[in-house]
Every structure is written in structure tokens, then in C-alpha cells.
């Protein structure tokens, strides 16, 4: 057996660098680092020299680094990954957000955080967390619950056991999520002879699961027996690149597609089975649709609780409810009906099956009634006004200035749920949505992961100054490597969707908006200056009008391009939405907070 001496970490670096996917291009397109005493000896020295065949990008937090090779994979539906390594310590937890957000959303993601000494001779190493009871417990522990795979590499001829399980769960269909290999130190710069054959290129193929015939006869007589089907159409339907397959089985069979957040875009807005967003940031036809439905449908969705309106929605009593989810996992909630598949194959083996077989297609003046309620909401304002623009008006003039090739992207705040019942996504990817983690700070980050993920698209991040000010610095790496994104910043002074939030359930407004927290001194943030400082093009505008110039602008920009604009923190599409289970205090001094609860039991009982 022919043999090469290496380092662990060129060793990993080497492996990882032939990984393919099926297309022949390196399933990790490149490693975020930022280096401290835990990974630059040994990690640092074995990236330099293949920066050529897995680039290296350095950020300016690691988390930041995180949501950009999230996003980065999102975008590319799972084809294509990043890998992120810190120092021990702080480096190290900064990245357990991400994690976690990889871990909701199925999002494979390589973290590679340096560790303590494994010979343990310098102990305790700077920034080692020591357990007083468990001398083999680091930092590192905290990413167990948000891994999918973690290993601790305390001999470099572990890696020949660990890397590939790693690129197993990284490219598995159903598993798929975090990895975490935590590396030693000591044991990245430990020399070991290693079989050549280590280093072969690999092919990983999207493994495509095929329904159990059980499973598939099952469903198929549920769907005969139905009388109005709808399908739910969720994140897995992208990740499967089933999208025209789902417009076909919708066609072929009459059967109306409602979208959640991380399924959006999965069918053309316009087209007449798209009847739209559901739940609780829903359209009004699509929950009409799923109010009256007697068979759901589910395809590639977890069922959370902002698509089922904390299980309210679905009111027919006769509701039967299947899951086609590659994941048993979630093909099994709620007493689903299960058929464990990929979203292509198990879409195609129904569709065959069914020949013929066709539902009555609803009615289309069901969207027409709904897009004649908001998209006046949407429409450039009277300047006249003179009042603060609103957040639907804001997303109008991003809709105007939009094209075939925009990609409109958001995670947190009053966007996602603005956007998820306003915007119309004109083809698949054209909607990019982190809302299983719904993380605050994954924008600016996101949206550069997203450009360089697709450089031909026209990436637009819509933020609001609270989520803008969670985390930021990324906009400076952007600038730094070249990375064209449109920010559009919308200040309402605070956390406007939750100040609302916090009204509806009966309590007072009260450290959400600034100005209603404690303070000396008024706050008054100059976003301009800030972004500007970072080096990207920054401007503020006062109205819609300017608003739209401004994004005209942007389109000519070479560099990151910041719109800054002020709104009004407490409109919110009056339209469609759901109930949602937000728990309201029994007993409150309060005569809003008793009635918001008489109103949240009320809701219980009618969901119970």
C-alpha cells in the first residue's frame, strides 16, 4: 500500500478538496476561516497551500461566515456547501447559531472549530473551558445538539473514519445538516502516513429515495377519495429540484399548491394554481383553500407552525393529512399519513399512477379577490401624504425595480412575513427565505453567500435596522472580495414586528421601539455613515419615489450599494394571516392583556 506523509490537517484539506458532486465540481466550494492559536499552525499552513483548489475566505465574525456558506447552499438547493473553521473559544460558540440554523433548515455545513491540547500537556490552553467534573468536555460540546454528525479528532488517523461519515451526512438527502469534526490543536500539526487511495476523487450522487409500495398504494387511495386536495409545497421541493415536477402534477391532476415560507417561489405567482402563501403570514385564497381541503398534501415540509397556523388551519373535519417528506422524521408528524421519498421520484410514482385522474380546479377569482385587497398596499404612495412610507410600500418599489433574475432574500423581523404574502416570485430561486431559524443577522451575510452562490442574479437584501444591527460586518468582507449586493435598509427605530406582536397579546408598548426602551440619551443611528464606513455606496431616501431612483442606481453599482429608508413601525397587511399560539399571560393587572387571553382561549377550543 503506497503511502504520503501529512500533517491531519493537509490531510483533511486534501480529502476535502476531491470531494466531489455529481456534476464533477468539488462539493465545497471554499472555507470560511477566521485564525486564532487553535487552528492557524496547523489549519492556516495546510489551507495556504491549497488556496488554489479550496479557496479560503476570510470574514469578519464567525458567525457571519456561517450564514454566508448557508445561504451559499441554500441557494444551490443543497448541490454545493462551504466549510468554516475558528480558533478554540469564542471563535468556536460564535458558530453555534449557525449551526442551529443549519440544523432547522437541513443545510449541510462543515464547522471545523480548533480544540484543546489532546496530549493535554499545556492545560488549561488559552481560552479552555475546563469542566470540573469531565476532563474530556470542551467548548466545543455546546454544538452536540445542533449537529447532525459531531466528532472530536484526538489522532490524526481518525480522520480516516471521520471525514467520510461527515460527507456522508453532508450529502445525505434525509440526515443531511451540521457537521462538526472539533480538531486538536496539537494533533493538526501531528505527521501520519497515509494510504494515497485516502485521497482519491469521490463522486457523491443526490441519493433519490423511492416510496415504499405500501406507502405509495396508501396515498394513492387517499387521493382518490378526496374531493378537495391541496398541496403544501415546502423547502424539500427546491432542495429535490422538483419544481416543474410539482407544476406538473399539479396540472395534470387539478390540484391548488399553496406555498410556506421556505417553499415560495416553487411555482410562478401567476400561475393558476399557485394560490399562494399559507398560514400565518398567508394569502387569503390560499388559506380558503386549505380551510376547506379534506386531503393536505404535503410535500418536502416540515409543518411548522407559521405554515399550519399552529395546526388551526386546516378546519374541514373530514382532513386527512399525507406527508411525502424524504425524512421519517417529518414524514410521521401529526399522524401524517407517511410516504418517505424524495419530492421528484415520489411526485412522478403518484402522478403515473393516477393517470388521468383529476380534481376541480378552484376557482380563480379566489386570487383575483386577494390581489385586488393588497395590491393597492403596494402602490407608489400619494407624496403628498406626507406620512412615513410603509413596509408594503417599501416592497412594492423593490417589485418595480425587480426582474426575471432578482433574487429577493430576508430572515427576520417584519419583512418575512410582509414579503412571504407580497412578493411575487417570478421563478424558482427567486425567493430566498431564512425562516426556520428565522435568525436575526443572517441578511448581510446571507444575501453575499446568495451572490456567490448565483454572480448573475440580482441579489437584494431587505433588513431592518434592528436585524441590521444584530449583525453587520459582514457588508465590509462584501465590499472586501468584490461582491455586488443591493441592501435595502428599513428603520423603524426598534423592533417594530414584535413592538406589534406585543400590542396584539395585549401588552403595552415597552422596550421593543426605541424609543420606548430605557435610555438618556434618544438614539439616532446614522446608517449611511455606517455602512458607507464599511466602504460600501450608501445613500438615504425620503420617499418612495426616491426610493425607486435609488434602486436604478444600484443596478449600475459594481460594490455592495445601501438604500437607507425610514417606515412606519406599525402597519402590517391587514389581509390574510392565520391565528397564531402565542401564549397570553392568565392573570394581568391589565384590562387588554384579560381580553387578548379571552380571545387566545377562545382559539384554543376552536383548534382543540
Not at 446614522?526 to 426610493?547: I, N, P, W
Request: with cysteine.
Amino acid at each position: 500500500m503506497k503511502t504520503i506523509r501529512l500533517t491531519a490537517a493537509q490531510a483533511m484539506v486534501r480529502y476535502l478538496g476531491n470531494q466531489m458532486n455529481e456534476d464533477g465540481v468539488p462539493f465545497l466550494a471554499g472555507i470560511w476561516a477566521i485564525f486564532g492559536h487553535g487552528n492557524v499552525a496547523g489549519l492556516g499552513e495546510a489551507l495556504y497551500h491549497a488556496k488554489d483548489t479550496l479557496p479560503t475566505y476570510r470574514g469578519h465574525n464567525e458567525q457571519g461566515m456561517a450564514h454566508a456558506a448557508l445561504a451559499y447552499t441554500k441557494q444551490q438547493a443543497r448541490r454545493r456547501a462551504m466549510a468554516v473553521t475558528s480558533s478554540i473559544g469564542p471563535g468556536a460558540t460564535n458558530m453555534v447559531t449557525a449551526a442551529a440554523l443549519a440544523h432547522v433548515n437541513r443545510l449541510p455545513l462543515l464547522l471545523i472549530p480548533g480544540d484543546v491540547f489532546a496530549g493535554r500537556g499545556p492545560d488549561p490552553v488559552l481560552q479552555q473551558i475546563e469542566d470540573f467534573n469531565d476532563g474530556t468536555i470542551s467548548a466545543n460540546d455546546c454544538f452536540k445538539p445542533v449537529s447532525r454528525y459531531f466528532d472530536r479528532i484526538t489522532r490524526p488517523e481518525q480522520l480516516l473514519v471521520a471525514l467520510p461519515r461527515a460527507m456522508a451526512i453532508l450529502t445525505d438527502p434525509a440526515d443531511c445538516g451540521p457537521v462538526t469534526l472539533a480538531f486538536c490543536q496539537d494533533v493538526q500539526a501531528e505527521a501520519f502516513d497515509w494510504p494515497e487511495s485516502f485521497f482519491d476523487k469521490k463522486i457523491w450522487y443526490q441519493r433519490r429515495i423511492r416510496p415504499d409500495a405500501g406507502e405509495l398504494v396508501r396515498v394513492l387511495d387517499t387521493i382518490r377519495a378526496a374531493k378537495k386536495p391541496v398541496i403544501v409545497a415546502g423547502g424539500g421541493v427546491h432542495y429535490s429540484g422538483a419544481c416543474e415536477t410539482l407544476k406538473s402534477f399539479a396540472e395534470q391532476h387539478g390540484i391548488p399548491v399553496v406555498e410556506s415560507q421556505a417553499g415560495k417561489s416553487a411555482l410562478p405567482w401567476d400561475h393558476p394554481l399557485n394560490m399562494g402563501p399559507v398560514g400565518v403570514t398567508g394569502a387569503a385564497s390560499a388559506n380558503k383553500v386549505c380551510e376547506d381541503a379534506d386531503l393536505v398534501l404535503g410535500v418536502g415540509t416540515r409543518f411548522q407552525d407559521f405554515t399550519t397556523g399552529s395546526w388551526a388551519l386546516f378546519k374541514n373535519p373530514e382532513r386527512k393529512l399525507v406527508s411525502i417528506n424524504v425524512a421519517a422524521y417529518d414524514a410521521m408528524k401529526h399522524g401524517a399519513l407517511p410516504m418517505q421519498c424524495d419530492a421528484m421520484v415520489g411526485l412522478e410514482a403518484l402522478s403515473a399512477a393516477l393517470a388521468d385522474f383529476a380534481f376541480e380546479v378552484p376557482s380563480e377569482s379566489l386570487k383575483a379577490d386577494w390581489f385586488a385587497a393588497v395590491d393597492p398596499l403596494t402602490a407608489a404612495p400619494d407624496e403628498e401624504a406626507n406620512a412615513l412610507p410603509t413596509d408594503q410600500q417599501v416592497i412594492g418599489a423593490v417589485q418595480r425595480a425587480s426582474t426575471n433574475d432578482t433574487v429577493v432574500m430576508c430572515a427576520a423581523g417584519t419583512m418575512p412575513g410582509e414579503l412571504h404574502k407580497l412578493w411575487k416570485s417570478p421563478r424558482p430561486g427567486a425567493y430566498h427565505m431564512e425562516y426556520g431559524y428565522s435568525c436575526m443577522g443572517y441578511e448581510i451575510a446571507g444575501a453575499m453567500g446568495i451572490k456567490m452562490a448565483q454572480p448573475d442574479r440580482d441579489v437584494i437584501c431587505m433588513v431592518g435596522d434592528g436585524s441590521y444591527m444584530m449583525m453587520n460586518s459582514e457588508l465590509a468582507t462584501a465590499v472586501m472580495m468584490g461582491v455586488k449586493i443591493t441592501v435595502v435598509i428599513t428603520d423603524n427605530r426598534g423592533y417594530g414586528c414584535i413592538n406589534r406582536l406585543q400590542m396584539g397579546t395585549g401588552g403595552a408598548e415597552f422596550n421593543n421601539l426605541l424609543d420606548h426602551a430605557y435610555h438618556v440619551t434618544p438614539a439616532n443611528i446614522d446608517f449611511v455613515q455606517h455602512t458607507a464606513s464599511m466602504g460600501a455606496t450608501s445613500v438615504k431616501v425620503a420617499s418612495v419615489a426616491e426610493l425607486e431612483d435609488a434602486l436604478q442606481k444600484a443596478k449600475e453599482a459594481t460594490a455592495p450599494f445601501v438604500i437607507v429608508i425610514d417606515t412606519d413601525p406599525y402597519p402590517s397587511t391587514p389581509d390574510g394571516g392565520h391565528w397564531w399560539d402565542v401564549a397570553v399571560p392568565e392573570v394581568s393587572e391589565r384590562a387588554e392583556v384579560n381580553e387578548a387571553r379571552a380571545n387566545y382561549l377562545k382559539q384554543l377550543a376552536y383548534r382543540n
